[in-house]
């Protein structure tokens, strides 16, 4: 069964430094996501892209966050300068159409901030 | 603000029983619904889903139930197994795009 694939697993990375997390999304979908997951607390929205912009942010995703779609497979997340309260589990996920529908999700990376 | 929110943080089943795992979501334009299970270590995986033009939707072992009337969704599953410990998350959808709102996640544990 295809699936969404990121890597690395985990990261550690110390405040203030940049940092890219990278996602291969299921190849024929359209969709992508990045989700995040701080430990205990509810998975949240960071952005959607499609067609080579974002389509929908949330207020998480500041100005030190980016996203970008460098080739035909990758699809990655750009914190500019870390934070200690970065540190969180990043989910990346893909879908067909974009609109109420499930999303696949990757096994995520661990973002660790020190 | 939309807030999804789940009754128990955790349940404990023993091996053969039936599950019942409870959401509330606040916002009434909500139209579509997903349960997902994440095992550790893992990204959630999609369990089932269910429009708002629906109350009911089964699959393989699972049901979920939807009330719009009280702003309800459950989860039930039959014959818990033990492969079915996981963290349960339901997650809700506004028909203005594809953001999803998940809740906290009850933590369920299969008593062999």
């Known amino acids: 069964e295809p699936e969404v694939t990121q890597t690395p697993s985990h990261q550690v990375t110390q405040m203030g430094q940049e940092v890219i997390l990278r996602c291969v999304p299921i190849?024929?979908?359209?969709?992508f996501y990045w989700y995040r997951q701080i430990l205990g607390q509810k998975v949240e929205f960071l952005v959607s892209f499609y067609n080579n912009e974002i389509s929908e942010k949330s207020e998480i995703f500041d100005d030190q966050f980016s996203v970008e779609r460098p080739d035909g497979s990758n699809f990655t997340l750009k914190i500019r300068s870390t934070k200690l309260e970065d540190s969180a589990m990043y989910f990346c996920?893909?879908?067909?159409?974009?609109?109420?529908?499930?999303?696949?999700f990757g096994s995520g990376t661990q973002l660790s901030v020190l | 603000g939309e807030s999804v929110g789940l009754h128990l943080p955790t349940l404990s089943v023993q091996e053969g029983d039936n599950s019942i795992i409870n959401c509330a979501y606040s916002?009434?334009?909500?139209?579509?619904f997903i349960w997902y299970k994440q095992e550790s270590g893992k990204g959630p995986q999609f369990i089932i889903d269910i429009r708002s033009n629906m109350d009911k939707r089964q699959g393989q072992r699972v049901t979920v139930l939807l009330n719009k009337t009280v702003k309800h969704l459950s989860l039930q599953i039959a014959a818990t197994q033990p492969g079915d410990s996981a963290v349960y998350f339901c997650a809700e959808n506004i028909d203005t795009g594809n953001q999803f709102y998940f809740g906290t996640g009850t933590s369920l544990t299969v008593i062999p």
């Open positions: 190849s024929n979908h359209l969709y």
């Open positions: 996920a893909s879908t067909v159409q974009g609109m109420e529908e499930k999303l696949f």
């Open positions: 916002n009434s334009a909500s139209d579509y």
